[in-house]
């Protein structure tokens, strides 16, 4: 019996030690892993100002529409992002055929995407210095008026503008965190158009059918500048 005593005490303590050794944490022992990406996503306004070629003469734009961007941050800084915005575009330079407007007003459209660094990746306060590439569109109509056609006969006539152009260039964009999850951002993006084009079209509609005539421009070495400010938050 002694010896039957002795082996469940020895067993009992063993246990409690054991138990004791898994319960209690090391001072050494890391913890909970930090995020290895942080992800940001924002919606803003932007107001790209750009100038392409048509026609032999340089054609200044000016916008106004929504913001939204994506950046990507990882733990040593290595970043990546898209961004995209859209709205309302103003020229002084193209004058239409028939138009008693000093002025034209059309909209656009810009997509990049790009690779980088950030400063203080994943804080409440980061910079992001981004090398990006992508595309910039902007398109202008007249309005319809009555035509007498020589084929056609009475139709309805306008024109179209639409200038675009492959963006290089770089966006710096700078956070400042507002509480955990939000903050507001400001950014500015300088881009040159590598490689721009433009599409002149004098259309005839009749009825369903339109009759278009068409005459392009390849361009290149304009630029568009794009500042920004808005909501950004993390996920």
């Not at 940001?40 to 070629?53: D, H, L, N, Q, Y």
């Not at 259309?203 to 794009?226: F, Q």
Request: glycine share 14%.
């Amino acid at each position: 019996m002694k010896i039957i005593h002795a082996l469940l005490s020895t067993a009992l303590l063993t246990g409690i030690f054991t138990t004791s050794a898994i319960a209690a944490p090391s001072d050494n022992a890391p913890s909970t892993a930090e995020k290895s990406w942080t992800h940001t996503g924002s919606i803003g306004f932007a107001a790209p100002v750009s100038k392409f070629k048509t026609g032999g003469k340089d054609v200044g734009t000016v916008g106004f529409g929504l913001d939204l961007n994506y950046i990507g941050m990882a733990r040593n800084g290595f970043s990546i992002g898209a961004s995209f915005a859209g709205g309302a575009s103003a020229t002084d330079d193209i004058k239409f055929e028939g138009s008693k407007d000093d002025s034209q007003t059309g909209r656009f459209t810009a997509f990049d995407i790009g690779l980088g660094y950030t400063f203080g990746a994943g804080k409440k306060f980061s910079v992001s210095v981004l090398g990006t590439v992508g595309f910039e569109i902007a398109y202008f109509e007249s309005e319809k008026n009555e035509y007498k056609h020589e084929e056609l006969g009475k139709v309805d006539k306008y024109f179209t503008e639409t200038l675009g152009g492959l963006a290089l260039g770089g966006d710096v964009v700078v956070y400042k965190g507002l509480s955990e999850r939000a903050g507001i951002y400001a950014s500015i993006a300088g881009r040159w158009l590598a490689k721009s084009a433009s599409i002149s079209t004098t259309n005839y509609e009749k009825g369903d059918d339109t009759r278009t005539d068409t005459h392009a421009d390849a361009h290149s070495g304009l630029y568009s500048i794009v500042p920004a400010v808005g909501a950004m938050f993390n996920f």
